[in-house]
């Protein structure tokens, strides 16, 4: 099965070399990785130039800065395989739990597969994040009767047909509150796999912030009752 790695990138100048070595060490040959640039302005660009010469890899850029969420969207649209994943363009997330993400879809378990943290090992995660993330994962649980562990872990994968069903509309970091909820109300199962994870600060280059916390908690809220 042919495996599309969607990789949304925004100033990641420092890390996106080091992340793509290891993504294609870590993934099954058949494979495409989509980078798409959201309109990095650190040098990014000029290391993605020189990748769009690599055969299993396919780059887009964003004239504007639209959010993690757009760059997954436009990414989608250049996805071939059989099987869809998207990997953060940090460190924070490790490319060798991929084949293990996606081996409950492989063997026909699941639909959908997602990488949990919190039945991996977490490292450095500051205790509001801690604290975020376990009130996002009750709430699908309360909202959809269907229980997971990390509902805003990165490492979400799909079978193709499943993601390109789904009508996304986010721009930022709601596409995990959304495609969750919108998942989970066609009737799909979720099967999580623990994976590993060590946080990186805002100093390092975190993105994601409270006010992101509080749009997924209404985008829950949203999507259990609005298509």
């Known amino acids: ?21 290891r993504v294609r060490a870590a993934v099954p040959a058949d494979h495409e990785l989509i980078l798409v640039d959201d309109c990095s302005r650190d040098g990014t660009r000029d290391i ?4 769009e010469k690599k055969p299993d890899t396919i780059v ?8 993690k969420g757009a760059a997954i969207r436009t990414g989608l649209k250049h996805a071939t395989g059989d099987i869809v994943i998207v990997q953060d363009a940090d460190m924070e997330y490790d490319p060798r739990d991929i ?15 997602y990488g949990s943290r919190f039945l991996g090992s977490v490292e450095k995660m500051a205790l509001p994040n801690y604290v975020a993330n376990q009130i996002l994962a009750w709430l699908v649980t309360i909202l959809f009767f269907h229980r997971i ?5 990165a490492y979400k994968a799909f079978r193709a047909d499943v993601i390109h069903s ?40 975190k993105k994601i912030g409270w006010r992101d916390f ?10 259990r009752f609005v298509k």
């Open 166 to 205: 789904i009508e996304l509309k986010c721009n930022r970091f709601e596409f995990c509150p959304e495609v969750t909820a919108k998942v989970l109300r066609k009737g799909e199962k979720i099967i999580e796999t623990p994976i590993t994870f060590s946080a990186r600060t805002f100093e390092q280059g």
């Open 214 to 223: 509080i749009t997924a908690v209404w985008t829950l809220l949203k999507y």
């Open 60 to 67: 887009v850029y964003h004239d504007v800065n639209k959010g």
């Open 48 to 51: 993605l130039k020189l990748e």
């Open 149 to 153: 562990t990390d509902e805003a872990t």
């Open 99 to 113: 084949p293990r993400v996606i081996a409950p879809i492989i063997e026909g378990k699941t639909n959908v597969a």
């Open 1 to 21: 099965m042919k495996l599309s790695i969607i990789i949304p990138i925004y100033n990641e100048a420092a890390l996106i070399e080091t992340v793509l070595e």
